[in-house]
């Protein structure tokens, strides 16, 4: 699994920003949202859930970043944590 952030090259200029992509590699698994999930309207048919241990991420994730995973890249529609911030939760979307 891979999480990847587009990062401006700080030789670029602020009206025409060049950006590369920095690749971060991870331990996780991709899941999927159960109907109680879904019924509350944030949460699309084919959105997954992507889980992935804390520990083996060099960044905290964010809503800019996508992850790929087994060839398939989606982007990150929400991030969380549980309270020890041993687990990155990510609503996930293709």
């Given at each position: 699994?891979?999480?990847t952030r587009?990062?401006?090259?700080?030789?670029?200029?602020?009206?025409?920003?060049?950006?590369?992509?920095?690749?971060?590699?991870?331990?996780?698994?991709?899941?999927?949202?159960?109907?109680?999930?879904?019924?509350?309207?944030?949460?699309?048919?084919?959105?997954?859930?992507?889980?992935?241990?804390a520990a083996?991420?060099?960044?905290?994730?964010?809503?800019?970043?996508?992850?790929?995973?087994?060839?398939?890249?989606?982007?990150?529609?929400?991030?969380?944590?549980?309270?020890?911030?041993?687990?990155?939760?990510?609503?996930?979307?293709?």
């Amino acid at each position: 699994m891979t999480v990847t952030r587009q990062l401006v090259d700080p030789e670029s200029t602020p009206w025409a920003p060049t950006y590369t992509s920095v690749d971060y590699s991870c331990t996780g698994i991709r899941d999927s949202y159960s109907a109680l999930d879904r019924a509350g309207g944030n949460v699309l048919e084919t959105d997954v859930k992507i889980l992935i241990l804390a520990a083996t991420l060099a960044i905290e994730p964010g809503t800019s970043d996508s992850v790929t995973i087994g060839g398939k890249t989606y982007a990150a529609i929400s991030v969380s944590t549980d309270p020890a911030t041993a687990l990155w939760e990510i609503q996930a979307r293709v």
